[in-house]
């Protein structure tokens, strides 16, 4: 039995990581968990999974929890979710927070000897150097949940990294992906929470519509794979059935493909390096493939850019980012406007190199609260 701990049970990923854990119980054992604010659904897990520790956001309804639960140590909000990382008992945490709260927790994992589960991708897009470091250093793993990554590392298996010439990551293209630039100013944030193919939360569904979200993917797989980023290419593939595919330098292409579906990249994570059985397969049809317009999708190209200087600038790229989309889903920006904060936030920031995690979520935070100040309530 493998020890589980889950960030964010309550979100998209959270809970599909649940699912995987009660298809196969006898094979994982969840000690702790961090849940949202439906007290409704944190019942409904608390009541099926006997765990031992329990993040709550916030105080308002400590008591009823204590009184309901008198098996479960409960802790608070940011501190406890330190706590939770930290906590004595070895085993996976899966990260599947939203946003750059992930990073701190994933530290804490981190030095107290936990292999990382990632689906939380600004942990490496705002500090991949500090990270890999660490990972290093306390001799833990660490291993992607994101589709196109756990695609890619499941292609690099066996494979000499000197071997590859490129790796490619696929892009749906998102709710937009038919629509002009001139008609994406008319777009809703209703129409935009819309994605083709897969079911997620609300932030990335909106980074796939403006791209921001293959540009952080494009960053986290830099980290991830050890590769230059004229290594790292995006193609656009409408029907997310390839994830990744990794050219070698002898000619031949290795592909992964599987229906889209989180929980296979979520399982093969948590069973690695074993394969659990899995009915759903993928129907093969017609695949296209066509080249990335970095015109029409200014963020990945932007996302290039920031990553290949680095230093500061992909957490600053990354906290625009994150406080736009949050404007744009309280309806208080426009969805091209949320391009035009982080383009311009990137430009008229002063960089600095090799920058401390302090320094790092120094300037999340600020960069953050500009922007809110500047754009809530206008
Ligand atoms: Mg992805």
Redesign the pocket.
Known sequence: MKNIYILGAAGSIGRQTLEVLKENQNAFHLIGISLGNSHQLNHEILNHFSVELVCLRDSSNLRDYENKYPNIKFVIGDSGLIRLAEYPKPGILVNALSGSAGLKPTVAAIRSGKDIALANKETLVMAGEIVNQLVKEYQVKLYPI???HSALWQVLNGEELSSVKKIVITASGGAFRNLSREALSQVTKKDALMHPNWQMGDKITIDSATMM?KGL?VIEAHHLFGLPYDQIETILHQESMVHGLIYFIDGTIKASLSISDMKIPIAYALFYPERRAYERHLELTNLSFKPMDFQRFPLLELAYQVGKKGGLLPTVMNAANEIAVKLFLTDQISFLEIENIVIQTVNKFKNIDHPSLDQIIETDDYIQEMIRKTYEKR
């Open positions: 994101d589709s196109e979200n993917e």
